[in-house]
């Protein structure tokens, strides 16, 4: 599996965001490290789908996001800084709810 961005940036008005991001990432571990307002969040976001893009392309072995439709989104998963949870879940419970949102299921 490899994960390109190519190209890719977010525009906010005349304020650049991200700009001109180009990478290949394949399995592992990664960081992004960088001072508050850098662009790491938004980076992230475009890369889950959270937000689109202004320019560039982000493609998963070789086809873009568009092109795998919801597909794409069951290779990643995304924790933001702020989330909302279910103050009613155990932790285990969460964790199933979450399963079945991936479509996987118990055996």
């Not at 976001?45 to 893009?53: N, W």
């Not at 072995?61 to 989104?73: A, C, F, I, P």
């Not at 933001?80 to 299921?105: C, I, N, T």
Request: proline share 3%.
């Amino acid at each position: 599996m490899e994960l390109q961005l190519q190209h890719l940036g977010k525009r906010y008005g005349t304020k650049k965001a991200v700009d001109n991001i180009n990478i290949n990432l394949v399995p592992g571990v990664y960081g992004l490290l960088g001072a508050n307002g850098a662009g790491k969040t938004t980076l992230m976001r475009m890369i889950c789908g959270v937000l689109k893009a202004t320019s560039g392309e982000i493609r998963l072995d070789g086809k873009t996001m568009q092109e795998l439709g919801e597909q794409y989104y069951t290779h990643f998963g995304y924790m933001p800084q702020d989330f909302g949870f279910y103050p009613d879940f155990s932790a285990r419970e969460f964790m199933w709810y979450m399963a079945a949102v991936k479509g996987l299921h118990k055996k």
